[in-house]
């Protein structure tokens, strides 16, 4: 059983449109990051949020952080085909380790 | 950034034989590293974490006789798959932790046949 749900798991939409992948959780968590990961290669970090009600922004890519800290997402606008790729919300837990969302896959089709 | 280095990228091998993956953190010294799998089209799994100078700890469900984790110095983790079979094929990565960023390694693609 996933700690964090993420929604929609897989989606598929054309160049220009815009998107909004969730990640949830029951528990509150300290932080929370979110990766994304191209086939064949590990994950890289594309934010980290801390504080409840933040909002992070990364060119085309705005991250919000819930203000009771359960809940994220990510919205990109505008999608490209170079955004394809699997995106992963993380919470930190103990000793530095990371619990993984299930994914949400990406395809931009041009 | 901090970068970390795991090799091989891709291996195909037997089964019945053993498979090593080398983890190494290149700049920066890494007292835990964590090993991770991941299915196709799915998200990475913990499998255990691995501790410099002692045993790792794994996550329930992992078999620590068949994925031997070594963790002899604070910039190299070694995964051996002991007499892999099909099942064990999958993309195996790692990562290293610095006190703000976990950062991973390339993965491995492990094929058995």
């Known amino acids: 059983t996933q700690l964090l749900e993420q929604s929609p798991q897989f989606l598929s939409i054309q160049e220009g449109e815009n998107l909004t992948v969730y990640c949830n959780s029951s528990?509150?968590?300290?932080?929370l990051q979110w990766y994304r990961q191209e086939p064949g290669e590990g994950p890289v970090l594309l934010v980290t949020?801390?504080?409840?009600?933040e909002v992070k922004k990364l060119k085309r890519l705005t991250f919000q952080f819930g203000d009771a800290r359960k809940d994220s997402s990510l919205h990109i606008t505008a999608a490209q085909p170079g955004d394809t790729g699997l995106y992963l919300c993380?919470?930190?837990?103990?000793?530095?380790?990371?619990?993984f969302g299930g994914g949400t896959r990406l395809m931009v089709k041009p | 950034g901090a970068v970390v280095s795991q090799h091989p990228s891709w291996v195909i091998c037997k089964s019945g034989t053993s498979v090593k993956i080398e983890c190494r953190s290149l700049?920066?010294?890494?007292?835990?590293m964590f090993w991770y799998r991941q299915f196709p089209k799915q998200s990475l799994m913990l499998m255990a974490t691995?501790?410099?100078?002692?045993?790792?700890?794994?996550e329930q469900g992992v078999e620590k006789d068949k994925f031997l984790i070594n963790h002899a110095s604070l910039t190299l983790s070694t995964l051996t798959v002991t007499s892999a079979h099909p099942e064990d094929s999958s993309f195996y990565i790692c990562?290293?932790?610095?006190?703000?960023?976990?950062?991973f390694g390339q993965g491995t693609r492990l094929t058995v046949v």
């Open positions: 528990s509150v968590f300290s932080s």
């Open positions: 993380a919470r930190g837990d103990a000793g530095n380790m990371l619990t």
């Open positions: 949020v801390v504080t409840g009600g």
């Open positions: 990562s290293a932790t610095t006190y703000t960023e976990a950062f």
């Open positions: 700049d920066f010294q890494a007292t835990t």
């Open positions: 691995s501790n410099e100078g002692s045993k790792a700890t794994y």
